[in-house]
């Protein structure tokens, strides 16, 4: 389809001798008018001159019917290259088109005169709608492209983060998805949402669904689907537990588990061990808390041969218990436990009154915050002292003679 009008060759000549002009007009306005433009590069100014030039020679071949409409924007973008996207926001090249259609309606008159004004100004209109077309789908083709990417650069670091190489080519490309100087940094482990019969998961998919719900929230977070897990990486958080409960409206069935919160990226791959750990020894203890922390599973972790876990348990429980009041405390624990989790039957065990053993009891929950009186913990106590008993060396035979 050609132009909404047919200038003579004479008129054509007159608006092709403003051109430029009409150019310069167009690119003050915008300075004028738009404090971003100052900020530009000097290259980066010239190509937005060199848009707004191709804008009005396009207009004006494109009123003589030398351009078909379905292709009248596309010679505009043309002159400038796709990484201008980067410095100029879509809204900025809407601003510049509009700076080109003010210009040309302003003097339309003086160009062709009052009878051909009108028809300038209306064809400017529909011209403008169709340069504005284009830009939006350059800008749409962008953005797709630059998503693309960032998700493989988000795949990427959070599988050198699982395998544990912390090296110049993660930080790198950290960097780039704005997670060089993160601090405060937590892995969660959880399945990815529940397919539909028949269908099968798409990680992007669930990742788009996780980021969403993490913009909204305010969350820094990179995911990424690993193994049939969805693992996420929180960073700046002060309360990963609360933010796994946000994000955990978008997984699947099953347990939600947050490893401890490390000082900075290049640790997280410790938080990601103990909640993998953790996810796959939760089955253990079905009424685990959703989400969960990494450290609350510590006895299910051990079970299934988490070394790191079964030391945690021993450090953290053990050993608080035997340098505290001579390791009465530790005797204690053990009485108890093995005495049906009884006061009346630790108390004769250890020749001291019940009272003695409820307030040593309590000493028990301060120094290493497990209240053995309830279930889970006593078990969890109770396998810290197991595994600590198999790392005391044999006694030795008695001599029989």
Not at 12 to 25: C, F
Not at 111 to 116: F, N, P, S, T
Not at 286 to 312: C, F, K, Q
């Amino acid at each position: 389809m050609s132009g909404p009008t047919q200038l003579s060759r004479a008129q054509r000549e007159r608006v092709t001798g403003h051109t430029d002009d009409l150019t310069r007009a167009a690119v003050a306005d915008i300075e004028s008018r738009h404090a971003w433009y100052a900020a530009l590069t000097a290259s980066e100014r010239s190509y937005v001159a060199l848009m707004a030039h191709a804008g009005v020679a396009n207009f004006v071949d494109w009123l003589g019917g030398e351009t078909p409409t379905e292709a009248a924007g596309a010679a505009v973008f043309e002159a400038a290259p796709r990484e201008l996207t980067r410095s100029i926001t879509l809204r900025q090249t809407l601003e510049l088109i509009r700076s080109v259609v003010d210009v040309i309606e302003a003097r339309a008159a003086d160009i062709v005169g009052e009878q051909w004004a009108p028809a300038i100004r209306e064809a400017m209109l529909r011209y403008s709608r169709e340069v504005a077309f284009r830009a939006a789908h350059i800008y749409a083709d962008a953005a797709e492209q630059r998503g693309a990417w960032d998700a493989r650069l988000e795949g990427l670091v959070v599988d050198a983060i699982l395998r544990g190489d912390a090296d110049d080519a993660m930080t790198s490309r950290a960097a780039a998805l704005g997670w060089g100087a993160t601090s405060r940094v937590a892995v969660i482990a959880a399945s990815p949402p529940n397919p539909l019969s028949g269908t099968v998961i798409d990680p992007a998919y669930v990742l788009d669904l996780v980021h969403r719900n993490a913009n909204r929230h305010g969350l820094h977070v990179l995911a990424a689907v690993q193994a049939g897990l969805l693992i996420m990486l929180i960073g700046e958080t002060d309360d990963a537990l609360r933010d796994a409960a946000i994000l955990g409206v978008d997984v699947g069935e099953g347990p939600i588990v947050v490893g401890p919160t490390v000082p900075h990226l290049f640790a997280a791959g410790r938080s990601a061990r103990a909640a993998i750990s953790g996810h796959a020894a939760a089955a253990a203890w079905p009424d685990a808390p959703r989400p969960v922390s990494a450290g609350d599973l510590l006895a299910e972790r051990a079970l299934l041969g988490d070394i790191p876990a079964r030391n945690t348990l021993v450090s953290r429980i053990v050993r608080p218990l035997q340098t505290t009041s001579g390791g009465s405390l530790l005797d204690t624990a053990a009485a108890y436990l093995e005495s049906g989790r009884s006061l009346e039957g630790a108390a004769r065990r250890l020749f001291v009154h019940t009272n003695t053993v409820r307030y040593r009891l309590g000493r028990i929950a301060e120094l290493t915050g497990y209240d053995i009186t309830d279930t889970h913990e006593a078990d969890t106590v109770h396998l810290a002292i197991r595994y600590a008993r198999l790392r005391q060396p044999a006694a030795a035979p008695v001599a029989r003679s």
